[in-house]
């Protein structure tokens, strides 16, 4: 997951653009999601284009490309023009150069039919059924993904990754009973664990969720140190103008401070924490890091 945004970056930094903040936007800005509808990464985009279409008078169309751990539709982001028209909503598995973000935690959530009501029992059962219980992810290389393979080498403990091409048919598929456990987005997993269609185990952040209290964390609940949170950012081509990306900048950091958007995002778990451009460059090197060796260990790859 990691390794590629080394490429991608390289591929961004290789365009060119002329474009003047003074008369943007002039016409609808484009926002690739690079997952299926449905998903966290979607229901953020939406809240954040509407704030942007009220904002600025230009609506905001979210092309989803699922594919490849987010690879697609963040290629096709790279290859745009720089102007400002076309941004990508980013999750934890794609980066390029950046105007905002949100921090989530993943929430381990269970079929019903499991027959487990925490961390240590899943993981007894794992241990007792060794590469037969079915996990799934958004994708090889996916937050999810990474997420399993540090608890399996963690716990020492075997499961069989199911990718998925995307985070919405990975939960539908759980929904079903089609794999048994899964580290979701909290934003479409809540209305589901709420309905008693899906079981928490626990939240993959150091602590409990604000959105979730009465969630563990993974940490406190069976393995100590776990902390796997994942982020979203929207990213331009790096040579977008810089006075695009501070009108951009600009927007987003007012429409995820606006009370709804705030409030709507508390109640599904996700903490909104604008950064600027150099903020956001450095907390990726930071994340990037992080997950190197959990990738490497793992033999991760991509699709």
Not at 24 to 35: E, F, G, N
Not at 264 to 275: H, K, Q, V
Request: net charge positive.
């Amino acid at each position: 997951m990691r390794v590629l945004t080394v490429g991608l970056c390289l591929v961004l930094g290789g365009l060119a653009g002329l474009a003047s903040a003074q008369s943007y936007p002039a016409k609808p800005i484009r926002i690739i999601v690079p997952y299926s509808p449905g998903g966290t990464t979607d229901i953020l985009t939406r809240a954040v284009g509407q704030k942007l279409t009220e904002a600025w008078g230009q609506q905001i169309i979210v092309d989803h490309r699922p594919g490849a751990s987010g690879m697609i539709g963040a290629e096709a982001a790279a290859r745009a023009a720089p102007d400002g028209y076309t941004a990508l909503m980013a999750y934890t598995a794609e980066i390029v150069i950046m105007p905002g973000i949100v921090i989530t935690p993943m929430i381990l959530v269970a079929h019903p039919s499991l027959p487990v009501a925490s961390v240590k029992e899943f993981i007894a059962l794992a241990r007792a059924r060794p590469g037969q219980l079915p996990y799934a992810s958004a994708g090889n290389g996916s937050p999810a993904h990474l997420a399993f393979e540090l608890m399996q080498r963690s716990a020492k403990i075997e499961i069989n990754h199911v990718p998925y091409k995307g985070a919405a048919p990975a939960l539908i598929d759980l929904i079903g009973g089609h794999v048994v456990i899964y580290f979701s987005g909290m934003p479409p997993a809540m209305p589901h664990v709420r309905a008693g269609k899906l079981r928490a185990l626990a939240v993959s952040t150091a602590n409990r969720s604000p959105a979730a209290p009465d969630v563990p964390a993974v940490a406190e609940a069976g393995i100590p140190g776990f902390d796997v949170p994942t982020w979203f950012g929207v990213l331009v081509p790096a040579a977008t103008p810089k006075d695009i990306v501070a009108k951009l900048h600009a927007g987003i950091t007012k429409a995820l401070n606006a009370p709804d958007v705030r409030d709507r995002m508390a109640r599904e778990g996700a903490e909104t924490s604008p950064m600027t451009p150099e903020q956001f460059a450095a907390f990726i090197r930071t994340e990037t890091a992080k997950f190197a060796k959990i990738i490497k260990d793992a033999g991760v790859r991509t699709e």
